[in-house]
């Protein structure tokens, strides 16, 4: 059954009415009040409640653009049920264009939160007692971080049964099974019995058209399937590659031996063969460069950008059971 209390913030959303609300939990240093829009839409018949998040990471603007296209172009307006779009979480690190919450905590490692906690941890509270209790389920949109930029993916529970068939349904190029991070919203989420699909794809402080549109496309299926609204048409107009998606049990990163220009020779999403030539990495004065090679025989889901790197860094990472 789901859940019919229509009441957001505290304030009672009506049968084909929508509102902006805010969640007001604290001010900066400066005394300046900080407000996270909220944007509600029901629609004139019951049915579930759908959460959209972006920008839970303040950097990862990629997720931010895909909230805000959905709420621009009036898709989150259900015929049935609720939606209710978060394009920015963590208005804090969107503003800097960090990762963390001024307190220098990431956002995502302190959920469920408490009262009484750092500046961090009481936003992760408010959310959690908030706007969790009425929701059945959640899109939450990620990116790679840093430089690593992720191929379209969605990442649930190894025993998530129904998490799967969404993911399927959502049809990003893969599904990753993936443990729940602790004290993760994810992971918070799925402890209240809230189905969640978790969207990785393109990397921080940046914006990838395709990236988006499959972010919107899968957002489009999900709540089709969940019966919110006929979306036929518009997912008639994004013109993306049909794509089976593909299930990746494991996955592995390779890491630099050296350090120096890095120098990736494939794509996000190509498939490769254990010794096959993947990249190099070479010094700046001509007289030094190796090869780097596929430890494994998968798919790239993951690659690092960064034109510089150091020993040790993760500059692909490989998925190699896969089904």
Not at 47 to 54: A, M, Q, R, S, V
Not at 143 to 171: C, E, M, W, Y
Not at 213 to 242: C, P, Q, W
Request: hydrophobic share 35%.
């Amino acid at each position: 059954m789901f859940n019919k209390k229509y009441t957001v913030l505290g304030e009672t959303i009506q049968k084909g009415k929508g509102a902006q609300l805010n969640l007001d939990i604290a001010k900066l240093h400066t005394r300046t009040k900080i407000e996270v829009p909220v944007i509600v839409q029901r629609g004139k018949k019951d049915g579930p409640t759908l959460l959209i998040t972006g920008g839970i990471h303040g950097n990862e603007i990629n997720g931010v653009e895909i909230v805000r296209q959905i709420v621009s172009k009036k898709f989150n307006r259900p015929e049935c049920g609720m939606i209710i779009c978060i394009p920015v979480v963590n208005i804090f690190g969107f503003l800097n264009q960090t990762r963390q919450f001024p307190d220098g905590r990431d956002l995502n490692r302190v959920f469920p939160g408490t009262l009484r906690g750092s500046l961090a941890s009481r936003f992760a509270y408010h959310l959690v007692k908030d706007i969790a209790p009425v929701i059945d389920y959640c899109i939450d949109y990620h990116t790679g971080g840093d430089s690593r930029f992720n191929a379209p993916q969605i990442r649930i529970d190894s025993d998530d049964v129904d998490g799967l068939a969404l993911a399927k349904i959502f049809g990003a190029e893969f599904i990753v099974k993936s443990a729940g991070r602790e004290k993760s919203f994810r992971e918070t989420l799925h402890q209240l019995d809230k189905k969640v699909l978790l969207y990785e794809g393109g990397k921080s402080l940046h914006i990838d058209s395709e990236i988006t549109d499959t972010g919107i496309v899968g957002a489009l299926r999900m709540m089709h399937h969940l019966g919110m609204r006929n979306f036929e048409e518009e997912l008639s107009h994004y013109a993306l590659k049909e794509t089976v998606p593909k299930l990746v049990h494991a996955s592995k990163w390779v890491r630099a031996k050296h350090s120096g220009m890095f120098h990736p020779t494939i794509k996000i999403g190509q498939a490769v063969k254990k010794g096959e030539v993947i990249g190099s990495i070479s010094g700046p004065f001509g007289y030094f460069e190796k090869k780097i090679k596929a430890k494994e025989t998968g798919y790239v889901i993951c690659i690092n950008e960064s034109p510089i790197v150091n020993q040790g860094d993760a500059i692909f990472h490989i998925a190699h059971d896969v089904e």
